[in-house]
C-alpha cells in the first residue's frame, strides 16, 4: 500500500500557496513523491487525484523539531512510540518529526542511535531524523560525535546546562563540546539554565516544605535561565560556535537572545508552544494532578505577559523555531513525584496540536502573518537543519510535504479525541480556527477529512548534512578575517629574574637547591589574624615621621554635630 501511495499522482487546485516570503495562487502537482509543478494551468497526465483547495491555503507541511517518543525518562515511559507520536503529528499538519535520542552518561552514543533507529524505522509513519544528546564528555564521545555525523547521517546535539548529576556539562566540557561541533558543522543545540543553582534551589524549597508542582516555578526563576542563556551563548563565542538555544521560556532570556542578535553573534534560539501560550499559574492550581500535568523545563513563567512576549518574539524572528517538546506522561507516572516535585517527570504532550494552536494564538490575533507562520513552524527549522528548499518550501523539485490548511474551519481541543498519547490535554476546550484538512507526506495521501491512512513503519529515517549555510556562512567568513595572530617581534634577549627562589624563601618552603641547609628561611606567620591590626600599610619613610604620635585628639566639629568626649 505505502509503494502504490508513493507513486501517486496528486494535483492540488485552486488555492494559495504559502511559502516563508511569499503567498500566490497556484496549482501543485505531485508526482514520485515530489512536487513537479507549481503554477497556473499546468499541463498534467491524466488519472491524477484531483484535490479541491478553492478557499483554503497550501502549506509546506510542519517540521517539528522537538519530539521524544520510546524511551524512558526520570523513571517514566513516555506514553507514546513512534507510531502513534507521528500519527498524531500527521493528523495535526506535521509532515517530519525530529527526536531525541537521550544516552545515559558514560554510555556509548552510537550504541543509544543504533537502538532508537531500530525502534524508529519499524514504527514511524512521516519522516524523521534524530538529535542525539551529549549527556557525558570524553575523548570517546569526541570521535561518536565524528563518526555520527560521517556515517549516520546526524547533524545535531544536545547539551544540557541542568540536570546536574544526570546530564549537566561544565563550562570547559560544554566548551569543548561546542568546538567539536564547530569542527565537524554540526548544529549545538544547548538547554540552558543554571544547574547547580537550581539543585540548590530544590533543596531549599523542600526544605521549607514545599513538594507540590509549584516546587519546579520556585526552584528554577527566570534568572537561572537567564543567567544560563548568557554564559551559553558566551562560551560558543568563544568556541567560534554557532548555539541554537532551546526551550526558551522567559522574556530574561528572550531579552539575552535578542541582544546577542544586535551583536553580531550567531544565535539561534526555538520556544515551545506551551511556554507561547501558557502562564506558571497553572502550578497554583487546587488539584495536584492539573498542576503536576504543566510541568515541563524550564517551567511555565508566572508572568502574564511572557507567553504574549515570546510569541511576539516568534513574530520578529528573535526566537526562529516553535516545538512542541512532545513528551507525555500519565497521572499515575507524575504521582511519582507526589511528595517530591523534583519526581514529577518533566514532560507535556503537544506534537498533534502545535499547529493549531500556534495558528489560533499567531496569526488570528494578528501577531503574525501567514509567511511567518510558515517560517516558524517549518521553514526555518528546515533551513537551520540544512533541509531547505527539500523540506519547507513548495516548489518544483522538493519534497512533497504538503498540508492543505482551512484558516476559517475551527475545533475544539479535546483530550478525549486526541491521537497523541497521555491522559491530559494543556489546551482543553480551546477553540482554535486553522485546521489541516488534507495531509501528503512523501506524496503520499495519509489523512484526509479527519481520517487516517498510513501503514506503520512507512516512514523514513531522513539523513542530514553538516555546515548549513544558514548558521555557518558568517563563521567560516569570521574564521579567515579574525582569526588569532601573534605579534612578530625580536626575541628578548635581556637578563631574567630568578623568581622560583625568591618564591619558595617568601613561602618558608625550606632550603633551596644549593643553598646550605643552615640559613634559616623566612618564618611565615600563621594562625589567627589579628583584626585590631589594619591591613593597610605604608612602606618607607613618611612625611610625617617627625611629628609625635598622640595617644588621643578632641574632634572640635565632627559630622553630626559638636561633640563633648574626648576619643
Not at 54 to 73: A, E
Not at 140 to 151: A, D, I, W
Amino acid at each position: 500500500m505505502a509503494a502504490n501511495m508513493g507513486s501517486m499522482r496528486i494535483l492540488i487546485k485552486g488555492g494559495k500557496v504559502v511559502n516563508d516570503d511569499f503567498t500566490q495562487e497556484a496549482d501543485v502537482y505531485i508526482e514520485n513523491g515530489i512536487i513537479q509543478q507549481v503554477g497556473k494551468e499546468l499541463m498534467i497526465p491524466g488519472g491524477a487525484k484531483v484535490i479541491d483547495a478553492s478557499g483554503k491555503l497550501v502549506l509546506p507541511g510542519g517540521i517539528d523539531t522537538s519530539v521524544h517518543l520510546q524511551q524512558t525518562f526520570m523513571n517514566a515511559s513516555i506514553q507514546d512510540d513512534f507510531y502513534s507520536g507521528t500519527k498524531a503529528a500527521l493528523m495535526g499538519g506535521t509532515t517530519m518529526v525530529m527526536a531525541l535520542v537521550l544516552p545515559e552518561q558514560h554510555c556509548s552514543l552510537l550504541d543509544a542511535y543504533e537502538k532508537c533507529r531500530a525502534l524508529a524505522d519499524a514504527k514511524t509513519c512521516c519522516d524523521y531524523s534524530l538529535h542525539v544528546g551529549v549527556t557525558w564528555w570524553g575523548p570517546k564521545v569526541h570521535n561518536e560525535m565524528e563518526t555520527l555525523v560521517r556515517e549516520h547521517g546526524v547533524n545535531s546535539f544536545q547539551m544540557y546546562m541542568a540536570y546536574k548529576d544526570m546530564m549537566m556539562l561544565r563550562d570547559s566540557e560544554l566548551y569543548q563540546t561546542l568546538q567539536t561541533c564547530k569542527d565537524i558543522g554540526a548544529i549545538a543545540r544547548v538547554h540552558a539554565e543554571n544547574g547547580e543553582l537550581v539543585a540548590e534551589g530544590a533543596r531549599e524549597a523542600l526544605d521549607l516544605g514545599i513538594s507540590g508542582p509549584e516546587g519546579i516555578e520556585i526552584s528554577r526563576p527566570e534568572e537561572l535561565e537567564s543567567e544560563a542563556t548568557h554564559r551559553a551563548i558566551t562560551v560558543a563565542n568563544r568556541a567560534r560556535c554557532p548555539i541554537y538555544l532551546v526551550n526558551v521560556s522567559s522574556v530574561s532570556a528572550g531579552d539575552m537572545i535578542a541582544a546577542a542578535k544586535m551583536q553580531d553573534k550567531v544565535v539561534h534560539a526555538e520556544t515551545t508552544v506551551a511556554h507561547a501560550v501558557l502562564s506558571g499559574m497553572q502550578y497554583y492550581h487546587q488539584d495536584w494532578a492539573h498542576s503536576a500535568a504543566h510541568v515541563i523545563v524550564p517551567p511555565l513563567r508566572l508572568d502574564p505577559n511572557t507567553p504574549g512576549y515570546l510569541m511576539g518574539l516568534l513574530a520578529n524572528d528573535t526566537l526562529s523555531v516553535v516545538a512542541s517538546e512532545h513528551r507525555p506522561f500519565n497521572i499515575k507516572q507524575r504521582a511519582l513525584g507526589k511528595e517530591d516535585f523534583t519526581k514529577i517527570p518533566h514532560g507535556v504532550a503537544g506534537v498533534q496540536d502545535r499547529m493549531s494552536v500556534i495558528w489560533e494564538r499567531g496569526v488570528v490575533t494578528g501577531k503574525m502573518d501567514e509567511n511567518r507562520f510558515v517560517a516558524v513552524t517549518s521553514s526555518n527549522a528546515a533551513k537551520i537543519y540544512n533541509m531547505y528548499p527539500r523540506k519547507g518550501r513548495i516548489i518544483p523539485g522538493a519534497d512533497a510535504d504538503v498540508v492543505v490548511w482551512d484558516p476559517d474551519a475551527t475545533k475544539t481541543i479535546s483530550v478525549t479525541t486526541q491521537v497523541q498519547g497521555g491522559d491530559f490535554n494543556l489546551y482543553e476546550g480551546m477553540r482554535c480556527h486553522g485546521v489541516p484538512l488534507v495531509t501528503i507526506s512523501r506524496g503520499r495521501l495519509v489523512c484526509e477529512n479527519g481520517v487516517f491512512m498510513c501503514a506503520e513503519g512507512s516512514g523514513k529515517f531522513y539523513p542530514l548534512h553538516t555546515f548549513p549555510d544558514y548558521l555557518y556562512k558568517k563563521m567560516v567568513q569570521r574564521e579567515k578575517t579574525q582569526s588569532y595572530k601573534g605579534v612578530a617581534r625580536d626575541p628578548y634577549s635581556g637578563d631574567v629574574a630568578k623568581v622560583a627562589n625568591t618564591i619558595k624563601r617568601e613561602l618558608g618552603l625550606g632550603p633551596i637547591d644549593g643553598e646550605s641547609s643552615n640559613k634559616g628561611a623566612v618564618r611565615v606567620h600563621q594562625g589567627v589574624r589579628d583584626l585590631h591590626e589594619s591591613s593597610f600599610s605604608l612602606s618607607g619613610s613618611q612625611v610625617d615621621d617627625h611629628i609625635p604620635k598622640r595617644s588621643s585628639a578632641r574632634i572640635l566639629a565632627p559630622p553630626g554635630g559638636r561633640s563633648s568626649g574626648i576619643w
